[in-house]
């Protein structure tokens, strides 16, 4: 972490870059500003690989990703890691969950009285609302969900394969369980927070990290020539992964922890102001 990098060539330090969406380059609002899509395609100028690595699902990924630049071909990586996608529909990678560890998770939540979201390849199957639920789907509606009684029992008796599952509490309380459930399923479960409200479960595999690798296997791309972009815990471990990982903001201390270099946050445009001193020094 924080060596130097010898340009190769592009002309650069690096060969690929990786971004987070939320908090990192798309706001709250869920804006992108126009400085941040200038500052992305200033490094595919370069001749810079750029790819969204976002824990949302594919269907939204796209979505923002299209107003970054990016094109039919571009692969995006989704749900924290466990899916790798063309913009075009494309599957390159998709990790799922064993049918039996799933409905573990969703009955431990259950058994705590907590929202629980099941996250398929196009479509989301949901526990009945909680209090906090109900906060948190008004900010972040999502087309696609079926609330079914009991989603341990839907998933037991044969429904799809989870490509992530989600645990949904006020943020007060999230981190409490983050813990338990990373306890509970250690060795066996990638148990992560993206949001202040979520904790996230998907296989071992399917980290933003794992995607990464995956792709720099596939364009002969070394670990050492990635620059790594996000704010939440679900990057830390990316922002390891990379030769230089940048913290924008830092939801958590950790992430701060895990990074080269912290800059200010996405409502400063830390993103573009990072991009644009680098490529001023190269």
Not at 64 to 72: E, H, I, M, T, V
Not at 87 to 106: F, Q
Not at 110 to 122: E, K
Request: proline residues 4%; aromatic residues 8%; glycine residues 12%.
């Amino acid at each position: 972490m924080g060596a130097k990098h010898s340009s190769t060539k592009n002309g650069l330090a690096f060969d690929l870059g990786a971004f987070d969406l939320d908090g990192t380059v798309l706001r709250r609002n869920l804006r992108i500003t126009r400085a941040t899509v200038a500052a992305l395609q200033r490094l595919r100028d370069r001749g810079m690989r750029l790819v969204v690595a976002t824990g949302r699902r594919f269907e939204d990924a796209r979505e923002y990703a299209g107003r970054l630049g990016f094109s039919d071909q571009d692969p995006v990586i989704c749900y924290g890691g466990s899916m790798v996608r063309r913009m075009n529909g494309e599957t390159l990678l998709h990790r799922t969950l064993p049918r039996s560890l799933g409905t573990e998770v969703l009955e431990w939540a259950a058994g705590r009285d907590l929202h629980a979201r099941v996250f398929l390849d196009g479509g989301i199957v949901t526990s009945p609302d909680t209090p906090a639920a109900l906060e948190h789907l008004r900010r972040y509606a999502e087309p696609g969900v079926s609330v079914v009684d009991s989603p341990a029992d839907w998933l037991r008796d044969g429904g799809a394969e989870p490509t992530k599952l989600v645990i949904v509490d006020r943020p007060d309380d999230i981190k409490g369980w983050l813990e338990e459930a990373q306890t509970a399923f250690a060795g066996r479960l990638f148990v992560t927070r993206s949001l202040p409200h979520y904790v996230e479960v998907g296989s071992l595999e399917g980290t933003k990290a794992s995607a990464l690798g995956f792709l720099c296997d596939r364009w002969g791309i070394e670990r050492e020539r990635v620059l790594a972009f996000g704010d939440a815990d679900n990057d830390i471990d990316m922002l390891r992964f990379a030769g230089h990982g940048v913290a924008v903001g830092g939801m958590t201390g950790e992430v701060r922890e895990a990074a080269d270099v912290v800059v200010p946050g996405v409502d400063e445009d830390g993103v573009a102001g990072y991009v644009e001193n680098f490529l001023e020094g190269s």
